[in-house]
């Protein structure tokens, strides 16, 4: 995997190994400091319940105004459906 950062600096991607094409999206979003602070525990609980998903890609922004900032990780997943 590796990260880029885009243009305006408040956007990175991690480009994740999969040849894949993803069929699942999952988001999380945080604006106050505290829950900023713990979005990464919640992406990390989330991923060892999903243990049978494959990242495929994923993509932080950060976004602000006057009074907040937001940050969001999205997750790009492939997992297998039931045929």
């Known amino acids: ?3 880029s950062a885009g243009s ?3 956007v990175g991607a991690l ?3 999969s040849d894949k094409p993803f069929n699942g999206v999952k988001v999380f979003t945080a ?3 505290a829950d ?3 979005l990464g525990d919640r992406v990390t ?3 060892s319940k ?3 998903v494959e990242i495929c890609d994923c993509v932080v ?3 602000s105004d006057e009074s907040f900032h937001c940050l969001a990780i999205t997750l790009f997943y492939y997992e297998e459906l039931d045929k």
């Open 15 to 17: 480009k994740g190994n």
């Open 36 to 38: 900023r602070e713990r």
């Open 1 to 3: 995997m590796y990260m």
């Open 45 to 47: 609980n989330w991923l």
């Open 31 to 33: 604006t106050m400091m």
């Open 61 to 63: 922004t950060q976004s």
């Open 8 to 10: 305006g600096h408040n």
């Open 50 to 52: 999903h243990p049978h």
